[in-house]
């Protein structure tokens, strides 16, 4: 069997892979993707229309990535004349979290933060019920997820990268430091495939693809689990809606009973998002029910009963997707020889997509 030869092969071609190829097409680097199903498919982390662009971070380096995201979503929205990113503004609230504090590392970090007593956060978001003080970010917002990789992806086809749709990778082997094989297999058979570098982006499968590679052995545990957000109708319309997270206090008895954190988002079109931050079962991505289970799902609904207002919590309709996380929730991006890995993006990832995306081909064109 005859071996074709690339330079840079990006596997996988979710948000995290686009952005890759995306940053190293502009770059003038010969870049293919390969993605073993369709692209845009369902079956993993950054399928659906919304996502929360939340700065309410209060780690230096992260507001530093948010800042430079925000250019380069507004780039990607220029280069493909698509809209991606809009600001709604975020709200957080309930924790035992020291919101003050939390409010002076966001300002440092160069976005609007305040802070809100619970009757003045509501009389601004009647669909949410608040508990105790409220940090509002307006500079934060909402991103469309699919929207945004198709962008991605349209730029780096665009710029002379190709991308390989249903074709999966088997056997990938470290043969020295420039080079990389595997075989690529699609409907009509399978070729072997040379790379000087290879980035595996590839989510819930990254531990399948490295196999037994130096990288795979390198990796930090990774928690592949189903999560199960909810769009709920809204009941009026004209509500506005800021993006929201909810952070429950053990000793207080109204939030005690929430399996973890909620997140949640307006998504036009399907209703208010909400969901359980990294509650879900673990799973094996290749043989996950994609039933939501029905524990997590009574717990949302009460929680939309009891917290969302503004919504209608008997109707609704649940997506499932994967979390891919690592023990303390940082995100995986490193090089071992010629094999750059993102992994382990750990359910808050998608917001700083493009920068991920600059950090790993900077690791790919660092020699």
Not at 80 to 100: C, F, K, N, P
Not at 215 to 244: C, N, S, Y
Not at 255 to 275: C, D, L, N, Q, S
Request: net charge negative; aromatic share 8%.
């Amino acid at each position: 069997m005859s071996e074709e030869s690339v330079d840079v092969a990006v596997i996988g071609a979710g948000a995290m892979g686009a952005a890759t190829a995306w940053q190293l097409a502009r770059r003038g680097v010969s870049v293919e993707v390969f993605e073993q199903f369709e692209p845009g498919h369902v079956r993993g982390a950054s399928h659906g229309a919304s996502r929360n662009f939340n700065v309410a971070y209060d780690e230096a380096t992260y507001l530093t990535w948010l800042r430079e995201a925000r250019v380069l979503w507004r780039e990607l929205e220029d280069e493909s004349s698509a809209a991606l990113l809009t600001v709604t503004g975020i709200v957080t609230h309930g924790g035992s979290r020291d919101l003050e504090s939390t409010a002076a590392a966001i300002r440092a970090g160069g976005f609007d933060a305040d802070l809100l007593d619970a009757g003045e956060a509501h009389r601004r978001w009647p669909g949410i019920r608040f508990d105790g003080p409220v940090l509002h970010t307006p500079d934060a917002g909402r991103l469309h997820a699919d929207a945004s990789v198709a962008a991605l992806l349209g730029r780096v086809e665009a710029l002379g990268g190709r991308v390989h749709g249903r074709t999966r990778v088997e056997d990938l082997d470290v043969r020295d430091d420039d080079h990389v094989a595997f075989r690529a297999v699609d409907e009509s058979g399978e070729r072997r495939v040379r790379a000087r570098r290879v980035v595996t982006t590839a989510g819930a499968w990254t531990s399948r693809v490295l196999g037994t590679t130096d990288a795979a052995r390198a990796l930090p545990r990774l928690r592949v689990t189903q999560e199960q957000p909810a769009h709920f109708a809204p009941r009026d319309a004209a509500t506005v809606w800021p993006g929201f997270n909810h952070l429950p206090a053990p000793d207080a008895r109204e939030t005690a009973w929430f399996p973890a954190g909620i997140y949640g988002m307006f998504t036009p079109g399907e209703g208010v998002k909400a969901g359980w931050h990294a509650a879900g079962p673990e799973t094996d991505p290749d043989r996950r029910s994609f039933t939501p289970d029905p524990a997590l799902t009574a717990a949302l609904v009460r929680y939309a009963r009891e917290w969302l207002p503004g919504v209608d919590p008997d109707d609704f309709s649940e997506i499932t997707c994967t979390y891919t996380s690592t023990p303390d929730s940082r995100f995986v991006l490193d090089r071992f020889g010629p094999v750059v890995v993102g992994a382990g993006f750990s359910g808050h990832g998608f917001k700083f997509t493009p920068v991920i995306g600059r950090i790993l081909a900077d690791a790919v064109v660092r020699d």
